[in-house]
């Protein structure tokens, strides 16, 4: 962040010298053509100077503007990449917690360090879904036990989670894909129901 507010400040200390030279330029040339006009070649001379001024103040706003871009898109990659790691370790801890079929207290410690990671890189949308979720987690799991009826509670409210986890994600794609969000939703809702239903078996 620091890095883009220098290059702002540069940006903008560049625009006004470009301003001020474009206004002095313009007044310096109106005199110069008055006092050079007998001489030769000495108009030419003073265009070919303020060109080339003017010139590498463009330049270097661009280099900077462009400086602006890169770094703006490598701080998203880096959050993006920590936002990815932290719902992938979210799902493998409750995949764990299913294969097992029970809880314990380091399971819940767990859980609750990860509430925190999540505060820090969700978007509002999943932090709401998170909650339901870990209410309707803590509610089943009381007994540290899970049966098969409390595992598709929990998966069905981790289904609902997912589809948030994906919006904040790969929203942004699916926007421009030919499936809406609300058909990605029930595709997500559907596929999990099909399993909890052939796990009943």
Sequence with gaps: MNHLLQIKKENLIYMLLATLLFIGGYAFLRYAYKITDNLPFTQEIVLIVLGTIVTILITAILLNKQTEVELKKEENIKFLELKTNTYTQ????????????????????????????????????????????????????????????????????????????????????????????????????????????????
């Design 90 to 201: 979210l799902l493998d801890y409750l995949e764990n917690i299913m294969l097992k079929n029970s809880t314990t207290d380091a399971d819940l410690i767990k859980l609750r360090f990860l509430t925190h990671k999540l505060a820090i890189v969700a978007s509002p949308s999943v932090l709401v879904q998170f909650e339901k979720f870990v209410n309707s987690f803590i509610h089943t799991t009381r007994d540290h036990k899970l049966d098969k009826k409390e595992s598709n509670i929990i998966s069905e409210e981790l289904a609902k989670l997912t589809v948030k986890i994906r919006e904040d994600l790969v929203g942004q794609l699916d926007k421009e894909s030919s499936f809406s969000q609300l058909q990605i939703s029930k595709q997500i809702l559907a596929n999990t129901e099909s399993l909890m239903k052939n796990n009943s078996h």
